[in-house]
């Protein structure tokens, strides 16, 4: 299998398109590799945020919720290198460093905020209030 992979490398290196292309994917999907990504419901009590983060310790996981405002900050450590002696890899695809995502969510009643993290999913349920109430907590992940 890893005699077919560097076939097709070489295959696609030796194209006249590789180089003219050279690095143009990664860079076009740069932003796309650093986001966080989610899937938010809304119901008439509540919204339910739910945001992949494959490989995040929850330790390294801060939630706040102020003026209307969730923000998701998180932190995944370096990997090891997993080359041989000579450095050779055939493609490295997972990322590393600091995520911050934030999702304006009106009516919510932050005192009553609850996530929790499994399996690489954190999960965060924002109860819905009608009446004006403090807007700046710090949320406690289960």
């Given amino acids: 299998m890893s005699n077919d992979l560097m076939n097709r490398f070489n295959r696609l290196a030796n194209s006249d398109d590789f180089f003219s292309n050279f690095g143009r ?24 945020v739910k945001i992949d983060m494959p490989g995040v310790d929850k330790k390294d996981i801060a939630l706040n919720f ?18 041989d002696q000579k450095g050779n890899i055939i493609a490295s695809e997972r990322d590393y460093g600091t995520y911050s995502r ?13 996530a929790k993290y499994e399996d690489g999913v954190l999960t965060v349920t924002l109860p819905k209030t009608k009446e004006e109430i403090d807007k700046n907590h710090n949320i406690q992940i289960d």
């Fill in 25 to 48: 994917s990664f860079f076009n999907n740069w932003n796309e590799m650093k986001s966080l990504k989610s899937d938010i419901k809304e119901t008439d009590k509540e919204y339910v």
């Fill in 102 to 114: 934030s999702y304006r969510l009106p009516q919510v009643d932050g005192k009553a905020i609850s």
């Fill in 66 to 83: 102020k003026d209307d405002v969730l923000t998701v900050d998180a932190k995944r450590d370096s990997f090891d290198d997993e080359s």
